[in-house]
């Protein structure tokens, strides 16, 4: 059978109902499109889970602090619901700006301390805007379970807070990063590198891993670690660190002492692409 592509939430809401009719459970993963093997194990892992798999895709505008960015957002729908058929996937959910936001969106789901680091505090209402779009995908789509990269790790944080703060009744499902042979995290923004670009978009990825190795050789100074791992970051014109962080895994708060498990975090400039990547330390695990 392949994939439903419904634009409309009384299109994806009828869909929805008759599975639930049939005595399906629902599971939702929710991109912005521009899919690659990163999303495409969100879908797998929710296939693994059965029921009714439903991938939306919207770019949406109130989670963007910056106008370029969203114009330059990928855009391929029609390979994306390709992509989908060939994994599986029952619904396509592809609602436009107006099916989403037909008024000004006065009402937004502010999760405060998860929010307020690193991703929050260079990208300003860019969680609020995620955590809304978030909550209307629950409201519309109705899952028993929804399912979140570790790529995106603060998101993750974020929206497990508001699940938990506000009692919505699914069940928050992480998936690992998944990466290029060369240890690159995949992202749907890689597609807007410039060919020349794409090994120093590299340097994210190994900086975090200067900053585990430190960490994993005994290195608790959290300022000493995050030192030695930004000079690892090439002085290139096309190279731009936004931010390396060590932080609470579930607070998402920076540390100043290494003592637990830690997520390091970085935000890497690339000619004008911005790009995100973390790994998960735990000191003294291997
Ligand atoms: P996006 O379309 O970028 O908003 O991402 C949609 C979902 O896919 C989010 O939960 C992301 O964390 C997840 N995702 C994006 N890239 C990857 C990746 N390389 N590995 C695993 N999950 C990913």
């Known amino acids: 059978m392949s994939t439903a592509v419904t634009e409309t939430i009384a299109g994806v809401r009828d869909l929805v109902a008759a599975a639930r009719t049939a005595g399906r459970t629902i599971g939702l993963v929710p991109t912005m499109g521009a ?15 059965g029921g009714l798999v439903v991938v939306s895709i919207f770019v949406n505008p109130i989670q963007f602090n910056q106008a370029s960015d969203y114009q330059a957002y990928p855009r391929v729908l029609d390979e994306d619901v390709r992509f989908c058929d060939r994994l599986g996937v029952d619904v396509v959910f592809a609602p436009g700006d107006r099916e989403m936001y037909p008024h000004p969106q006065q009402a937004l789901v502010e999760v405060t301390g998860v929010s307020d680091h690193m991703e929050g ?3 300003p209402g860019h969680f609020r805007g995620v955590a809304t779009v978030v909550l209307k995908l629950f409201e519309i789509v109705g899952p028993d379970r929804a399912y979140f990269g570790e790529k ?37 923004r890689n597609r807007r590198l410039r060919p020349a670009d794409r090994p120093r978009a590299l340097a994210l990825y190994r900086a975090l891993q200067k900053a585990a190795a430190l960490i994993q050789a005994g290195g608790r100074d959290a300022a000493v670690v ?26 998402m708060r920076p540390v100043a002492r290494i003592d637990g498990p830690v ?6 400039w690339v000619g004008d ?14």
Request: glycine share 4%; proline share 7%.
């Open 121 to 123: 505090a260079f990208r």
């Open 263 to 268: 997520r390091i975090a970085g935000a890497l």
């Open 35 to 49: 899919l690659h093997a990163g999303h495409g194990r969100l879908i797998e892992r929710a296939r693994e889970d």
């Open 226 to 251: 995050k030192r030695e791992a930004v000079a690892t970051v090439p002085s290139e014109p096309a190279l731009r660190l936004e931010y390396l962080e060590i932080a609470d895994p579930d607070e």
């Open 152 to 188: 995106d790790a603060q998101q993750l944080a974020v929206v497990r807070r508001m699940v938990r703060d506000l009692n919505v009744p699914v069940t928050i499902v992480p998936v690992p990063t998944v990466r290029e042979n060369d240890g690159l995290a995949l992202s749907s």
């Open 273 to 286: 692409v911005r790009l995100i990547d973390n790994i998960l330390v735990e000191p003294g695990r291997h």
